[in-house]
Nanobody, 114 residues
């Protein structure tokens, strides 16, 4: 299984970005998909997750600003990020839970700066 994240970049504070992560090569249905981020010098932290049925979970720091969604037919998860802040700067990575195995994709850099 391979996960490919895209959509990162440089954005000014208050701006928006939309990340995408497409999974390929899965022989079974993907259960939970999620986004995590890691800022320089910090541990990786959860941003948001979504189950196949559409239940979502968000870190308190992004509630009301970020929205996670997915297209099960395309095995793709999205992260719409609005009202971005400098503290959102990090490498964002996606993962997918398939049966009992978690697969990770390479991250995409998000930089929020004026």
């Amino acid at each position: 299984v391979q996960l490919q994240a895209s959509g990162g970049g440089l954005v000014q504070p208050g701006g928006s970005l939309r990340l995408s992560c497409a999974a390929s090569g899965a022989a079974y249905s993907i259960n939970t998909m999620g986004w995590y981020r890691q800022a320089p010098g910090k541990q990786r932290e959860l941003v948001a997750t979504t189950t196949r049925g559409g239940s979502t979970n968000y870190a308190d720091s992004v509630k009301g600003r970020f929205t996670i969604s997915r297209d099960n037919a395309k095995n793709t998860v999205y992260l719409q990020m609005n009202s971005l802040k400098p503290e959102d700067t990090a490498v964002y990575s996606c993962n997918a839970l398939i049966r009992a195995t978690i697969y990770w994709g390479k991250g995409t850099q998000v930089t929020v700066s004026s």
